[in-house]
């Protein structure tokens, strides 16, 4: 079992619904996700070139709050906790358990919110 840290805050339930203004990259994005319209896990490898580009993404500091917790990365700036894969695929990371800030340098690849919008409905 891990640490109590995992089961600080928020839940990673993938709401089926959300409307949140998003701590983002572009403070005025508002993301509305629909579960339905949700990519899953293994359509981000499809996406990797475009991810990778440096005009498409931006470092932001790996905090020590959010250890093993890249829902709450995924919900402070995409507004939906349903994007952690996204954080973990992005940053090379194989899951939350590795999801410290050791593993990424300190420092967190976050995909711009205007290149998930032109792949994904969101």
Not at 62 to 81: N, Q
Not at 84 to 97: A, D, E, H
Request: aromatic fraction near 14%; glycine fraction near 2%.
């Amino acid at each position: 079992m891990l640490s109590n840290e995992l089961n600080k805050n928020k839940p990673m339930n993938g709401s089926s619904l959300i409307f949140k203004k998003a701590d983002s990259i572009n403070d005025s994005d508002l993301i509305v996700m629909d579960e339905a319209n949700q990519p899953d896990v293994f359509s981000y490898t499809k996406y990797m070139s475009i991810f990778n580009n440096k005009e498409n993404y931006e470092m932001i500091p790996f905090e020590d709050s959010f250890k093993f917790r890249p829902d709450l990365i995924a919900l402070k700036y995409y507004g939906t906790d349903y994007l952690y894969p996204l954080v973990l695929n992005t940053n090379n990371i194989n899951s939350m358990t590795e999801f410290i800030p050791e593993a990424s340098n300190y420092e967190l690849k976050i995909i711009k919110l205007s290149v998930l919008k032109s792949i994904y409905k969101v």
